[in-house]
């Protein structure tokens, strides 16, 4: 079972996906419903076929769609009243040899836990002295500690809190990744065929979602790879971080 504390997140977002539209009373259309209507009218289709498949696939939220979260969401209500707060493998059975091979999967390296913990100090201080190197560069005058408090606190570092600020962030996202992707052949013999953009991340879920995320493009190249950025708060999405 998943601790206690996730489920408050799961069950919002269930709960979000079946608000508006053709579920409820709510004003404007459900996230899943503009999802189906806009890829409907999409298609190179004659009117009255968008007009069946549209039909088709709001009898489909309201008759299966809805009644199925509705039932995930009460499944998940009972099981929080007996989930506990304990969040890590050490509480499974073979929780050590699970964690030896979680490591080994994700860093491709037979290290232990503790040499991995080692290179991460070592990383973390080779990095810092470059940081100094950029604090001086900039002319900032304070240790590297009061740079950071600097970069994460000064207002010129974020962008309003509002559709044009946001509009903004999206924009400045997909200059960085255009720019990258204009300079692979000075690293990479072998890129990327598909194609990236930049969304925002849906609001069903921004509130549970973190800060920014890779979405796979589709096997067949039909859809892009996506990257996510989280702009419910803009006051956490600094513009340096982009």
């Known amino acids: 079972m998943a601790p206690a504390f996730v489920y408050p997140h799961v069950l919002r977002d269930c709960e979000n996906l079946v608000v508006g539209v053709p579920f409820d009373a709510s004003p404007g259309d459900s996230t899943l419903w503009e999802d189906m209507r806009k890829k409907i009218e999409y298609l190179a289709l004659p009117k009255e076929e968008r007009e069946t498949l549209l039909a088709a696939a709001k009898d489909a939220l309201v008759i299966s769609v809805g009644p199925a979260y509705r039932s995930l969401a009460t499944y998940l209500r009972e099981e929080q009243k007996r989930a506990g707060d304990e969040d890590g493998v050490w509480r499974l059975p073979q929780c050590r040899e699970f964690y030896r091979f979680a490591l080994a999967r994700t860093t491709s390296r037979d290290m232990s836990a503790d040499k991995i913990h080692e290179l991460g100090l070592a990383e973390v201080s080779r990095i810092h002295k470059e940081m100094r190197v950029i604090k001086e560069q900039t002319g ?100 340096h971080k982009i």
């Not at 072998?190 to 925002?200: F, L, N």
């Not at 849906?202 to 995320?213: D, I």
Request: a positive charge; charged letters at 35%.
């Open 140 to 239: 900032f005058n304070g240790s590297l500690l009061e740079f950071f408090e600097f970069m994460r606190t000064d207002k010129r570092f974020y962008l309003p809190n509002t559709d044009e600020g946001r509009k903004e962030y999206l924009e400045g996202a997909t200059r960085i990744i255009d720019t990258m992707r204009s300079r692979l052949d000075e690293l990479f013999i072998t890129k990327p065929k598909a194609g990236i953009r930049v969304e925002r991340v849906e609001a069903f879920r921004e509130q549970s979602a973190g800060k920014a995320f890779y979405s796979d493009p589709s096997p067949d190249g039909s859809r892009p790879g996506t990257y996510y950025a989280n702009l419910f708060r803009m006051e956490r999405m600094p513009t």
